[in-house]
């Protein structure tokens, strides 16, 4: 059974730091693909970053210099550093991991508040 479970949302106020972990089992981790992607009220699910089995990032430009992402293939985990939080970055983040079939967790909400 496959399972993909994000971690680390929660409220800060903006210029701040948050941490987002996903756990990924039932799957071979190391070849897959991993994603961070966000919905925020009212919108549509967009890509926030993303990272292959080989670790070639890629960003959107919304996030550039304030986010990195990075994997720990010996803890089947994916990770997602946000730094200078904005109020815009308010959302529920998703996981994805990729490898012909895709699979999501379950989101964690992200609150960029004062």
């Known amino acids: 059974q496959v399972q993909v479970v994000e971690s680390g949302g929660g409220l800060v106020q903006p210029g701040g730091s948050l941490r987002l972990s996903c756990a990924a089992s039932g799957i071979t981790f190391k070849i897959y693909a991993m994603g961070w992607y966000r919905q925020a009220p009212g919108k549509q699910r967009e890509l926030v970053a993303g990272?292959?089995?080989?670790?070639?990032?890629n960003y959107a430009d919304s996030v550039k210099g304030r986010f990195t992402i990075s994997r720990d293939n010996a803890k089947n985990t994916v990770y997602l550093q946000m730094n200078s939080l904005k109020p815009e970055d308010t959302a529920v983040y998703y996981c994805?991991?990729?490898?012909?079939?895709?699979?999501w967790g379950q989101g964690t909400q992200v609150t960029v508040s004062s």
């Open positions: 990272i292959t089995s080989g670790g070639s990032t």
């Open positions: 994805k991991a990729s490898f012909y079939t895709d699979y």
